[in-house]
């Protein structure tokens, strides 16, 4: 995990870290996930592990903030095409690349939860595992747990 040691977090943003490396560790394919706030910063987030098989990073160039810069960025480009389309509020998207896949999912007041999985992983479990996810952590991700996690994301090395 990125983010940092439990220690003098609240009860609820270590329920979060619990639920995000749940997510992690259990759901097959997943590479790396990121929550990121409204204004696009970085909240939670796994790091990727070691190289995948195929020699390949398991994460975006390695590195959590990219996957959290393109979750924030999809976010950004769904929600102002659904304006133009009069489609309502974005659910989720998903991009299917070569080599991977992003999932990027509301969560609550604009925060997303994006994931980024192997081309081999079966979407329908990693959506069905998004959705959980989301619905456990939508209630708890308050304005100051938000706060809360975003300091402690400073702090981290």
Known sequence: MTAPSTYGLSTQARNLQWLLTDLVEEVPGVNSVAVVSSDGLLLLSSEPGADSPQGRPRGPRGASADLA??????????TGAAALMDGGSVKQTMVAMEHGSVFVMAISDGSLLGV???????????????????GRAGHVLTPEVRSELRQSMEKTP
């Open 116 to 134: 980024h999985a192997t081309p081999d992983c079966d979407m329908s479990v990693v959506a069905y595992h998004m959705a959980l996810f989301v």
């Open 69 to 78: 810069t393109i979750v924030s960025g999809l976010g950004s480009l769904t």
